[in-house]
């Protein structure tokens, strides 16, 4: 989830710049790749399992 906004806006750049290669276009394909996972871990580590952690403790079942 975390990743569709940094494609869509590498989508809208693809698109304003009609003509251009993929050898021109990928190092920042390159770039959103890399930062699509530093963003996924990133999330994961601060927010999923703090999150999971909580609800583990309030959990009936825990």
């Known amino acids: ?4 906004p940094l494609v869509y806006f590498y989508v809208a750049w693809i698109s304003n ?15 959103i790749l890399i930062g699509s996972v530093v963003l996924a ?3 994961f580590k601060w927010y999923d399992e703090p999150v999971r ?4 403790k ?4 825990g």
Do not use: D
């Open 1 to 4: 989830m975390v990743h569709y």
């Open 17 to 31: 710049n009609k003509g251009i290669t993929l050898l021109q276009a990928s190092p920042y394909a390159l770039l």
């Open 41 to 43: 871990y990133a999330a």
């Open 53 to 56: 952690k909580w609800l583990k």
């Open 58 to 61: 309030r959990s009936l079942f």
